[in-house]
């Protein structure tokens, strides 16, 4: 089973700064995925990011990339150069176990960006 | 593509009734999820559906079921509702290998009163 800890309720960054979101995982698993979510006002949870266990590189994608130490076993998301639209909550995921299809989600962080 | 449809946006019901709420998947998707979520219990799975079969089940009570379509669209519907429903249903689809990511739509917020 996967147990997902986002230990920052809240965060308040200034704009173009950069900001660090933290996640750890807990899995007994050897192979697991990593996800993260941005979830604005609207409701829809938007995907932004995977990281693999087995994947050499840490991701990226565009202005997001994940901080993935996996003897910490953290999985952190960094968004570089911050702006006002992405002010949200972001919610870290992972696979619940092996075969299942279905995602364990942290208790997300309020990302709050300041102009 | 179009992404994850879910109809409809906003349902306002009382105590004892029931509710079918509906989602359409991206083109091609063949998996889809629905997860509740609330202030207090944040997201929770409750089930997923592939190529018609259930596949995965949360521990929610018997009161929700879903369904899926031989084109993949799903229902999910919630009998006998309680003030504790209360909460936004998201509904999610994927490819289906274990690293491609869930796509959710929008949300249906259902309101119990």
């Known amino acids: 089973a996967q147990k997902i800890t986002q230990t920052q309720p809240g965060m308040f960054v200034q704009e173009k700064e950069a900001v660090t979101l933290d996640c750890t995982y807990d899995?007994?698993?050897?192979?697991?995925?990593l996800f993260w979510y941005k979830q604005p006002s609207s409701g829809e949870m938007i995907f932004l990011i995977y990281?693999?266990?087995?994947?050499?590189q840490n991701a990226t994608e565009g202005r997001y990339s994940l901080n993935f130490q996996k003897a910490r076993k953290s999985a952190n998301l960094v968004i570089s150069a911050s702006q006002l639209g992405d002010s949200a909550m972001y919610f870290c995921?992972?696979?619940?176990?092996?075969?299942?299809?279905?995602?364990?989600f942290g208790q997300g962080t309020r990302l709050t960006i300041n102009p | 593509k179009a992404g994850v449809t879910q109809t409809p946006r906003y349902l306002i019901k009382t105590r004892g009734q029931q509710v079918t709420l509906s989602c359409s998947p991206i083109?091609?998707?063949?998996?889809v999820s629905w997860y509740q979520q609330t202030p207090g219990q944040g997201l929770q799975f409750l089930f997923e559906?592939?190529?018609?079969?259930?596949?995965n089940k949360g521990n929610f009570p018997g009161r929700f079921s879903g369904r899926q379509f031989s084109n993949s669209r799903s229902e999910m519907n919630v009998s006998t509702l309680e003030l504790g429903d209360s909460a936004l249903y998201l509904c999610?689809?994927?490819?289906?290998?274990?690293?491609?990511?869930?796509?959710f739509g929008n949300g249906t917020r259902l309101t119990v009163t």
């Open positions: 999610a689809s994927s490819e289906g290998p274990k690293n491609s990511p869930l796509h």
């Open positions: 899995t007994s698993d050897q192979s697991y995925g």
């Open positions: 990281q693999g266990s087995y994947d050499e």
């Open positions: 995921a992972g696979w619940r176990g092996q075969g299942a299809q279905k995602l364990v």
């Open positions: 083109s091609g998707h063949r998996s």
């Open positions: 559906y592939f190529s018609e079969t259930q596949r």
